[in-house]
C-alpha cells in the first residue's frame, strides 16, 4: 500500500471536481481539463475518485501539517513558543482573528474537501457498471470511512457544523447541525463501512482500512458520548471477535514511530506518508506526500520549532521505575529533555542538549534516528489507530461499566511491554473505585500514547474542561488553560467568513 495508494493518488488528483459548466458565451468548457460530466464513467475512474480521497491526508489542513497544532498542542501535552505570535496564540486560546489560516481556515477548508471528495464517490460510483460489483461496494465503503473520520475530527474541533452528504455547488448553503446529528453521522457512515471492508487486505492494499479500523474509530466515537456499552461492543472485535488475535504489540516501542516497520502487527490504521514526491501541496502529480510534523515539532536549529512538549510528562515518567529497576524505557521514544544522554545515551540529531533546563520536545515521528536534521518530506507513517490505543479504550469502557477488575488486565499487557509492573503491584489502591482507575488511566494514556493526536479528545471525555475546577487543575500542568473559557474553548470558532456567506450558519457559542 505504501507504493500502490502513494503513487496512484498523485497522479488521480482532481480533474473529478471540475464542475460542468452551461454552454454559454461566459462559460466555456476548458478544452485541457475533464468536466464532472466527462468522468464517473469507468472503473478506472472510480478507483481514481477513492485515490482522491485518500489523497487529502497530504494537504496541510489535515495530516500533513496544521491538524497537529490543535490535537497535541492545545492539549496539556503540547504549546508553541513560536515566535509567530499569531500561531503561538492558537494554541493558547486566544483566538482573535477567527480566520487565521494557519490555525482554524485551512483546517476547515482541508476537511471541507475531503468530504466533497467523498461525497463525490458515494453520489457517482453507483451508476459505473463494474465487472466484480464486490469491488464497487469495497470502494464505496472506503469512501464511507473516510468521509467517517474526517466529520470525527471535524466534531471533535468545531462540534456544531453543517452535515454535507452531497456534492456540493459554490452557491450551496448548508445547514448548521448540532454536534448530535454530527456524531449520529459518524456512525451511520463507519457502521456502513464496517459491513463491507474486509477483516484484512492483501500485500497490494495495506495500509486501506478494514474491519479493525472501522471498528476502533466507531468506539472512538461512542466514547467520546460516553455510549460505553455500544462502544464495548466495537471493541469487542479486538478481544472477542474476528479481530481477536490480529493485533498485537510489537517488542520494541519505537517501532510504531519510524520508517522501517511500517504497517505491522500493532498498527490498526495509519497514514501511508512517503518521501517519493517533494513537491508542493497543490493537486498535481507532484504533490508532497510526506508530512511536515517532524519539521515544525523538532528543537530550535533543526527544524521551525513551533511547538514543543510540556515538560511536566518527562516527571511523570520519572515517578515509576521498571521491575527492573530502570526509568520507563518509553520515555527515550517519546521526548527530547535535557538528561536524555544522561539517562539513555542518546544525543538530539546527534547533537549535545543545547536547549532550556526545563524543555522537552516531541520525539514521536521525528527522524533524528537516521538523520541529524528535519525537512518537509517526514516519510514515516502516521499511527491514527495502534493496538495500544485500543487496549487502554477497552479498560476505560470495562471501567465506565463497573468492570474495573478486568479492566486493570488490559492496561497490564500494556505497562508489560515496557517491564512495568501490573497495577495490582505498583498502584494498588487505583482498583478500589471507578473513579481511582479513570484517574490512573489518565496517565497510562499519557505515559503510553502521549503526542499522537489523542489527548485533546480524552480531556473533552473524561469532562476535564468542564468546569473551571477541572480546567484549573489541568491548568497546573499547563497554564495555557489559565486562558480557556469554559463552554467556549471546548471547541473553535467557526471560521467568519463561512458564517457571513452563510446565513444558515451561526457562530460557535460565547465567540
Known amino acids: 500500500m505504501k507504493q500502490y495508494i502513494k503513487l496512484t493518488i498523485a497522479i488521480s488528483l482532481m480533474v473529478l471536481i471540475m464542475p460542468s459548466c452551461k454552454k454559454d458565451l461566459l462559460n466555456v468548457d476548458n478544452p485541457n481539463t475533464i ?72 483546517t476547515w477548508r482541508d476537511t471541507y474537501k475531503a468530504i466533497f471528495r467523498c461525497n463525490q464517490v458515494l453520489a457517482n460510483l453507483p451508476e459505473i457498471p463494474f465487472t466484480d460489483n464486490n469491488k464497487k461496494e469495497l470502494l464505496l465503503a472506503q469512501a464511507k470511512f473516510l468521509r467517517g473520520l474526517h466529520y470525527y475530527y471535524a466534531a471533535l474541533l468545531w462540534e456544531n457544523i453543517p452535515l454535507v452528504l452531497e456534492p456540493s455547488k459554490p452557491d450551496d448553503l448548508p445547514a448548521q447541525r448540532p454536534l448530535a446529528e454530527v456524531w449520529a453521522q459518524v456512525e451511520k457512515d463507519l457502521t456502513e463501512a464496517l459491513a463491507v471492508l474486509p477483516v484484512s487486505w492483501d500485500a497490494a492494499n495495506v495500509g486501506r482500512p478494514n474491519k479493525g479500523a472501522a471498528n476502533a474509530f466507531l468506539a472512538r466515537t461512542y466514547m467520546q458520548q460516553r455510549k460505553w456499552p ?27 514511530f519510524t520508517h522501517t516497520n511500517e504497517n505491522n502487527k500493532e498498527s490498526v490504521f495509519e497514514i501511508q506518508f512517503s518521501d517519493v514526491n517533494k513537491g508542493g501541496d497543490g493537486d498535481d502529480p507532484n504533490q508532497n506526500m510526506g508530512h511536515n510534523r517532524a519539521q515544525f515539532f523538532a528543537p530550535r536549529g533543526i527544524g521551525w520549532s513551533d511547538g514543543q512538549a510540556r515538560y511536566w510528562m518527562v516527571d511523570e515518567f520519572k515517578k515509576e521505575k521498571t521491575t527492573a529497576n530502570a526509568i520507563d524505557p518509553r520515555l527515550r521514544y517519546t521526548l527530547f529533555y535535557p538528561a536524555l544522554f544522561a539517562d539513555f545515551g542518546d544525543k538530539i540529531y546527534g547533537r549535545n542538549w543545547e536547549w532550556n533546563a526545563n524543555e522537552a520536545w516531541f520525539r514521536k515521528y521525528q527522524r533524528d534516528y537516521f538523520r541529524t536534521n528535519e525537512d518537509y518530506f517526514a516519510q514515516n507513517n502516521v499511527r491514527l489507530i495502534r493496538y495500544a490505543d485500543v487496549l487502554l479504550m ?13 479492566a486493570a488486565g488490559y492496561v497490564n499487557t500494556v505497562r508489560a511491554r515496557s517491564n512495568m509492573a501490573s497495577l495490582a503491584t505498583a498502584h494498588p489502591a487505583v482498583l478500589m473505585s471507578k473513579d481511582a482507575f479513570r484517574d490512573r488511566l489518565k496517565i497510562e494514556r499519557m505515559l503510553e500514547l502521549c503526542g499522537e493526536s489523542v489527548r485533546w479528545a480524552d480531556l473533552k471525555r473524561w469532562g476535564d474542561l468542564e468546569t473551571p475546577a477541572k480546567v484549573s487543575a489541568v ?32 457562530q460557535n457559542d460565547k465567540y
Open 230 to 256: 455500544q462502544a464495548k461492543t466495537a471493541l469487542d472485535y479486538f478481544i472477542t471477535g474476528a479481530g481477536a488475535g490480529k493485533y498485537e504489540l510489537v517488542t520494541n516501542f519505537q517501532d510504531n
Open 35 to 106: 468536466t464532472e460530466e466527462q468522468f464517473w464513467k469507468t472503473e478506472s475512474d472510480a478507483e481514481k475518485g477513492v485515490n482522491a480521497a485518500y489523497a487529502m491526508f497530504y494537504k496541510p489542513g489535515g495530516w500533513s501539517r496544521w491538524i497537529y497544532f490543535r490535537l497535541d498542542l492545545t492539549s496539556d501535552e503540547g504549546f508553541s513558543n513560536s515566535p509567530w505570535i499569531e500561531l503561538a496564540d492558537w494554541t493558547r486560546f486566544q483566538y482573535v482573528n477567527y480566520n487565521f489560516w494557519e490555525g482554524n481556515a485551512i
Open 394 to 406: 477497552y479498560a476505560e469502557v470495562l471501567n465506565e461499566l463497573d468492570q474495573t477488575a478486568t
Open 475 to 506: 491548568a497546573q500542568r499547563d497554564p495555557d488553560f489559565n486562558n480557556f473559557v469554559v463552554g467556549k474553548h471546548v471547541r473553535l470558532p467557526i471560521p467568519q467568513t463561512e458564517v457571513l456567506n452563510n446565513p444558515n450558519l451561526k
